[in-house]
């Protein structure tokens, strides 16, 4: 989050006008009811919510729910991990664009060193956490050269590192298309020193397309959504944490779900509301990216999470 923006003097939303655990909850096991199989916290960084390991456990407990993960930049996951796989957490992914300190911070504006994140891994795995997700988002130069020592650090770990390319979420990252790696420039960079072949997806709608070393060494991941997008696949629904649903990660405009809740609405009526809204779906920002589309109007990534 820019601190040019959120400095310590903005004013954040009230608490009373984030959704409370117990209403993600019930919205959660309404979406489960409409087929949805997982959840993930994400963020903003979802470690700073006080007690997330209650929203966890209580996420664990919806009939027909599959999977509870969660996507964290790994910064408290070192003190964290113990409790959130005690609560039912089954997976994580962390975000770590580079093992250079002074071009992590950069990227990440942040003042903590890679090793935390680094620590934060390991904690996972000896939480039962494992294997980690690693998302690594690369753009040219700042932190492209960094692609094949990423991939190199996690070769044989039995972690998944999936490189990303670079995206225009929001309005407030200064995107430039020229800043892009595109996936088979990266693919190229590894596959170089480290020979790699396709494998197919784990389910459908998987955004990372999956490519394993041909000396059996483990996978990697490349995610696409600039060069080859995959908005017709798409299976993924955002609720933020004031309450909106958007359909897409590079929308304008989400559907309050928290009046709803607070409405006296029943199950069935908030269910109606999420299948009339999925059914009326027509996003397909990645397949339309231009210049015209450039200037568009978009949530921002710290707001609706990845």
């Known amino acids: 989050m820019p601190k040019e923006i959120f400095s310590r003097e903005y004013e954040f939303l009230a608490r009373d006008l984030l959704l409370s655990f117990e209403e993600i909850a019930r919205l959660a096991a309404i979406s489960v009811g409409a087929g949805v199989e997982k959840v993930r916290i994400t963020g903003?960084?979802?470690?700073?919510?006080?007690?997330?390991?209650?929203?966890?456990?209580?996420?664990?407990?919806?009939?027909?729910?599959?999977?509870?993960?969660?996507?964290?930049?790994?910064?408290?996951?070192?003190?964290?991990?113990?409790?959130?796989?005690?609560?039912?957490l089954r997976r994580v992914t962390v975000s770590l664009d580079s093992l250079d300190d002074d071009v992590f911070m950069k990227m990440n504006d942040v003042g903590y060193p890679v090793q935390r994140v680094l620590n934060g891994i390991e904690a996972a795995v000896a939480a039962g956490l494992a294997p980690v997700k690693i998302n690594m988002v690369v753009k040219r130069g700042v932190n492209d050269d960094s692609v094949v020592g990423m991939a190199e650090h996690f070769r044989s770990s039995g972690h998944v590192v999936r490189f990303i390319e670079y995206m225009d979420v929001g309005n407030t990252n200064g995107w430039r298309l020229d800043d892009v790696v595109p996936a088979v420039e990266i693919l190229g960079r590894i596959g170089e020193k480290y020979p790699l072949e396709p494998i197919e997806a784990n389910y459908p709608g998987e955004v990372a397309r999956r490519w394993r070393y041909v000396d059996g060494a483990g996978e990697i991941g490349v995610i696409t959504s600039v060069t080859q997008p995959f908005c017709a696949t798409c299976t993924r629904a955002r609720i933020s944490a004031d309450g909106r649903l958007y359909t897409c990660l590079f929308a304008a405009w989400g559907r309050d779900m928290r009046a709803l809740l607070r409405s006296g609405a029943t199950d069935e009526d908030i269910g109606a509301v999420l299948a009339d809204v999925w059914a009326k779906r027509d996003d397909n920002y990645s397949e339309r990216r231009s210049s015209a589309t450039s200037e568009l109007e978009k949530v921002e990534m710290s707001y609706i999470g990845g």
């Open 44 to 88: 903003g960084e979802p470690l700073l919510r006080t007690d997330l390991e209650d929203l966890i456990g209580m996420l664990g407990e919806i009939d027909g729910l599959r999977e509870v993960t969660l996507t964290t930049n790994g910064v408290l996951l070192e003190r964290k991990a113990v409790d959130l796989a005690r609560a039912g």
